[in-house]
C-alpha cells in the first residue's frame, strides 16, 4: 500500500532535478501525476525513466491559461487534484543598480506567478473536494539574501508570504498550503551555479552543518510528506530543508568537528 494510492498531482518544473525526483516518488507511492515543464526533450526521459502513472506536458507556468489546462488535466483525467507543487524556476542576476527590469519581470513570473497561476487553478477543485495540498518550491533564499540575486530572492521571499496567505484564506476549505526551502540541491540548477566558478563545491559544502550537499530526492521525501495526510496539521509553513546551512553564524572562528 503507498502512501499516495488514489491521489493525483500536477508537478511544474518537472523535467528538472527536484521536480523529476518528486514525480518519481510520488508514482512510487501510488499517485498519479501530471509533470509540467517548457523541456519536453528532457520530460520524454523523465516519463521513461518513471514509467507507469507518469504524464509529461508541455506547459510555461507564465501563462494563467496553459497552467489552468494542465489543473484541468489531472481532473478530468484522474477525477480530482490532490496536490499542486509549484517548483519551476529560473532566474536572471546582477546588483540591484544595475538589474534589467525585464529580466527581473521574467524571474517573477516563473518564480512568484507562476506558483499563483497554480493556486489559482487549483483551488476551486480543492475547495470542491474539501482537501488539498499546495506546495511551492521556495529557497533558504526566501529567508536570507546574496548579492547580486535580488530577482530570486524576491520572488522566494514573496512566495512564503503567498503561502501563507493562501493557507490563512483556505484552511476551513480543507486546503494547507506550505513551502520548502531547499539549501543547495544537486540538480542542473546548482551545476549552473557552478559553472559561473565563483564557488566550488566542497566550498558550499563546508558552509552545511552536514558538511555537504542535498540530493534531490531528500526534496522529494520532504514533498511527499508535506503532500500526504500525515501533515495533515501543517499550513502556512516555510520548511527549511538545507542540511543545516541557515544554523550558524560563526563570531568566533572554531572549525566543527570533522
Ligand atoms: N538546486 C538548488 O540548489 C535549489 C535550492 C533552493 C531552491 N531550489 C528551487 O527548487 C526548484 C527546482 O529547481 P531544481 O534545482 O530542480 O532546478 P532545475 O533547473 O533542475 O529545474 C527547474 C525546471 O523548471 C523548468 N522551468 C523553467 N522555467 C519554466 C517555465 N516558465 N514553465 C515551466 N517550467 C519551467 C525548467 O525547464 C527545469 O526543468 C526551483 O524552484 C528552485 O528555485 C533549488
Known amino acids: 500500500m503507498g502512501r499516495m494510492d488514489g491521489r493525483a498531482a500536477v508537478i511544474t518544473g518537472a523535467s528538472g532535478g527536484i521536480g523529476w525526483a518528486t514525480a518519481k516518488r510520488y508514482v512510487a507511492e501510488g499517485a498519479a501525476v501530471i509533470a509540467a515543464d517548457i523541456d519536453d526533450e528532457r520530460g520524454a526521459e523523465m516519463v521513461a525513466d518513471i514509467g507507469g502513472a507518469v504524464t509529461h506536458v508541455h506547459c510555461d507556468v507564465t501563462d494563467p491559461v496553459q497552467v489552468r489546462a494542465v489543473v484541468d488535466r489531472c481532473v478530468s483525467d484522474h477525477g480530482r487534484i490532490d496536490v499542486i507543487f509549484n517548483n519551476a524556476a529560473t532566474s536572471t542576476g546582477g546588483y540591484v543598480a544595475d538589474l534589467d527590469l525585464d529580466g527581473f519581470d521574467a524571474s517573477l513570473s516563473v518564480m512568484l506567478k507562476g506558483p499563483l497561476h497554480g493556486m489559482q487553478a487549483a483551488l476551486p477543485h480543492m475547495v470542491e473536494q474539501g482537501s488539498g495540498s499546495i506546495i511551492s518550491t521556495s529557497s533558504v533564499y526566501g529567508l536570507a539574501a546574496s548579492a547580486a540575486n535580488a530577482p530570486y530572492c524576491t520572488a522566494k521571499a514573496g512566495l512564503i508570504n503567498l503561502t501563507r496567505t493562501v493557507a490563512i484564506e483556505y484552511g476551513r476549505k480543507g486546503v494547507r498550503a506550505n513551502c520548502i526551502c531547499p539549501g543547495v540541491v544537486e540538480t542542473p540548477m546548482f551545476e549552473q551555479v557552478l559553472g559561473i566558478g565563483l564557488i566550488t563545491r566542497e566550498q558550499v559544502s563546508n558552509m552545511a552543518a ?5 540530493r534531490p530526492e531528500e ?24 542540511g543545516g546551512l541557515l544554523n550558524e553564524i560563526n563570531l568566533t572562528g572554531v572549525p566543527p568537528l570533522s
Open 219 to 242: 526534496i522529494a521525501d520532504l514533498a511527499l510528506f508535506l503532500g500526504s495526510d500525515e501533515s495533515s496539521a501543517i499550513t502556512g509553513q516555510a520548511v527549511v530543508i538545507d
Open 210 to 214: 552536514l558538511g555537504r550537499t542535498i
